[in-house]
C-alpha cells in the first residue's frame, strides 16, 4: 500500500485538522455512492479510508512514524453500501420517475430514448406479438433468501406460482419463469413472470456481498479468558472459540459460515464482532476493581478529545 | 425485520431524531407494519449515506435534498441503462450489437 501521507496528499507534519480536510476533500470527490460504475473511484475511496484510519488516529500515525507499524493491513473490509442496492431493483423506492412497478412508464421513457422507442405503441395487430412480461414482487425474510426457499405467490388473477427463491438470493435480484406472464398474439410465445424479490433486514445478520456479519455479546470473561461460545449462523448454532484478551469490537471469522455455495461461488464467511456485556455487577467485582491496578492503564477517550 | 431501534444500533454516529426527520422529510422511506417502522437493506444504507454526507462531506440539511434529488435521477438513469443493455441482450441480434459498439466507439459523445 503506498504511503497514507502521499494517499491524503499531506506533509508528514500536518495538524489532524489538516488531516481530516484533507479525507474530507477527497471523500467527496471519490464516494463510491455518488461515483456508481466507477471503479477507479472506489480503488481511490478504499486507499484514502486506509489512509485516513492510520492518520486520523494519534497512537496508529505515531506507531506508523515510528516504523512500528506498515501502511498494510488497513484496508476496511468492503462494507454494503447504498448503490449496491440503488443500482438494482430495489432501487425503484427512491425512482424520481413514479414508476414504482418495474415497467417503463411513459417517464422513462422520456425525451431520451423517446426519439429510439417512440414507435413502440404502434404495433399491427395482426402481427404476432410476443406477450408481455409481467413483473410481481415477493417479500421474503432474510434467511430464506440466504439459504433458499420455494414460497407460493398468488396473482392478481388468481394464478398461483411456486417460486424457487435459490440460496444466496440477494434483495432486488429478479428471478424469471418463462412462459408464466402475458398471453402471446396470434401464435407468439407468453411473456415471462419476472419476479422481484425484495429481503427484509434481519435484527442480528447483515449481509456484506457473500459475507455475514454479526454483533456477538460476549461476558467479560468470556472476552478476558477466551472461551468457548455458541454463535448463531444462517445455518444455525456454531461454536466459536473466543481467544483470551479479546475486546469489544474484535471481530472473529467463521470460515465458510455466512451464505451458502451458489451460482458455483464458494460460501462466504461469518464474521462476528465482540460485544462485552457487563450485566449486573456483583460486590466482588467491584471490590476486584477497587483494588485493581492496571499494568497498562490506557485512555479510552483520548480520539475524543483530540477529534472533538 | 429490521426496527428503528436496529438501525440507530447499527449506524455508529445516527441519532433517533435525525433518522425520524429524514423520515419525515422522505429520504428514507421505511415501510409501516402495525404502526412500526420496517426497514429494508437499501433504507439502512442510504440513512448511513445521508449521515455521511451531512457529517463527512459537510453537506447541510438545507442542501441534502438537492444532493438527493440528483443522485436518485443518477441511479434511475443507470437503471433504465441497465435495463436497455438487458433487453437489448435479450432482442437484438449479435450483428446489430456489434454495429451498435462500432458506432458508438466511433462517434464523439
Known sequence: ?308 | MIGIDAVIAEISGLKRQDLERWIANAWVRPDRAAGDYVFREIDVTRARLILEMRDEMEIDEDALPVVLLLLDQLYDLRRQMRDLNNAFMQVAPIDVRRDVAAHLATHPR
Open chain 1, 1 to 308: 500500500m503506498a504511503d497514507p501521507y502521499t494517499t491524503l496528499g499531506v506533509p508528514r507534519d500536518a495538524s489532524q485538522d489538516a488531516i481530516r480536510d484533507a479525507y474530507r476533500k477527497l471523500a467527496k470527490q471519490h464516494h463510491p455512492d455518488l461515483n456508481p460504475g466507477n471503479a477507479k473511484a472506489e480503488d481511490t475511496f478504499k486507499a484514502v479510508s486506509a489512509a485516513n484510519s492510520i492518520l486520523s488516529d494519534p497512537e496508529k500515525r505515531g506507531k506508523f512514524d515510528r516504523g512500528e507499524m506498515d501502511a498494510s493491513g488497513q484496508e476496511q473490509a468492503p462494507r454494503e453500501s447504498y448503490r449496491d442496492h440503488a443500482e438494482g431493483g430495489s432501487g425503484r423506492r427512491y425512482s424520481r420517475t413514479g414508476s414504482q412497478s418495474g415497467g417503463w412508464s411513459d417517464a422513462d421513457f422520456g425525451d431520451i430514448f423517446n426519439s429510439v422507442f417512440g414507435e413502440r405503441r404502434k404495433t399491427d395487430d395482426d402481427r404476432p406479438s410476443h406477450g408481455q412480461d409481467e413483473r410481481y414482487a415477493l417479500s421474503t425474510s432474510f434467511l430464506d433468501a440466504v439459504n433458499g426457499a420455494t414460497r407460493r405467490l398468488t396473482l392478481p388473477d388468481g394464478r398461483t406460482l411456486e417460486v424457487k427463491i435459490p440460496p444466496g438470493t440477494a434483495d432486488g435480484q429478479v428471478l424469471r419463469l418463462r412462459g408464466l406472464g402475458g398471453p402471446g398474439r396470434n401464435g407468439a410465445p407468453a411473456g415471462d413472470a419476472l419476479i422481484e424479490i425484495n429481503v427484509a433486514a434481519h435484527r442480528q445478520f447483515h449481509r456484506d456481498g457473500k459475507d455475514i456479519r454479526l454483533a456477538l455479546p460476549v461476558t467479560l470473561t468470556e472476552a478476558v479468558l477466551g472461551g468457548d461460545v455458541e454463535v448463531p449462523t444462517p445455518g444455525g448454532l456454531v461454536n466459536m472459540r473466543v481467544p483470551p484478551r479479546a475486546d469489544s469490537g474484535t471481530e472473529l471469522r467463521l470460515r465458510g459460515r455466512g451464505v451458502p455455495a451458489h451460482d458455483g461461488l464458494p460460501a462466504g464467511d461469518l464474521y462476528a464482532k465482540l460485544n462485552v456485556v457487563l450485566g449486573a455487577p456483583d460486590e466482588a467485582l467491584e471490590e476486584f476493581l477497587r483494588n485493581w491496578k492496571p499494568k497498562n492503564p490506557i485512555d479510552p477517550r483520548q480520539d475524543m478529545r483530540e477529534q472533538p
